[in-house]
């Protein structure tokens, strides 16, 4: 019973929305202030969406989520306002209070609405602020990938303007 209470705490108070996770198994013990979920981790929170091999979430005083960590494989798809963006990495660390995601290993990013690319070794991903950072751990530096307007394609839209195709 003790079990399905926390279930039912954590899935109502976390991050003061609700977080869903499905995974194939989950521990938690009584007095621990964590949970942990492994095999086909699937998390999902106002339209954010993590898949991993394993998601612990770590619980404050009120059994509400303080943070998140997900390792193994990391997919995610992250929104919030003009932003959205997917990727995947070896590990994600999310603080609600702070609203920043901190992803590591391997990382790349994908800006889906302004059609930009980033690959590093450590990114963070600041909501709260509407910034990211970026930086390189490895010998690899931090590369971005900008979309860059042609030449070709201004003459086009010129054209389009005056009635000519």
Do not use: Q, W
Not at 54 to 79: C, H, M, P, Q, W
Not at 130 to 145: E, I, L, Q, R
């Amino acid at each position: 019973m003790k079990y399905i209470l926390f279930i039912a705490t954590l899935v109502s108070c976390a991050l003061a929305t609700n977080l869903e996770v499905t995974a194939n198994n989950f521990y938690h013990k009584d007095g621990e202030k964590k949970a942990v979920f492994s095999g086909n981790v699937v998390a999902k929170e106002e339209g954010n969406l993590i898949k991993a091999n394993k998601i612990t979430v770590y619980l404050d005083e009120n059994s509400e989520a303080r943070e998140y960590v997900a390792s193994g494989k990391v997919y995610f798809e992250l929104k919030a306002p003009k932003r959205f963006i997917k990727g995947r990495c070896a590990r994600i660390r999310y603080v609600p209070i702070e609203d920043k995601y901190y992803l590591n290993g391997n990382v790349a990013v994908e800006d889906v609405l302004n059609k930009r690319k980033i690959f590093g070794d450590e990114i963070i991903v600041d909501n709260k602020n509407g910034a990211s950072y970026a930086k390189s751990t490895n010998k690899k530096p931090v590369k971005f990938v900008f979309k860059v307007k042609s030449k070709d394609s201004s003459k086009k839209k010129k054209s389009k303007k005056n009635g000519k195709k």
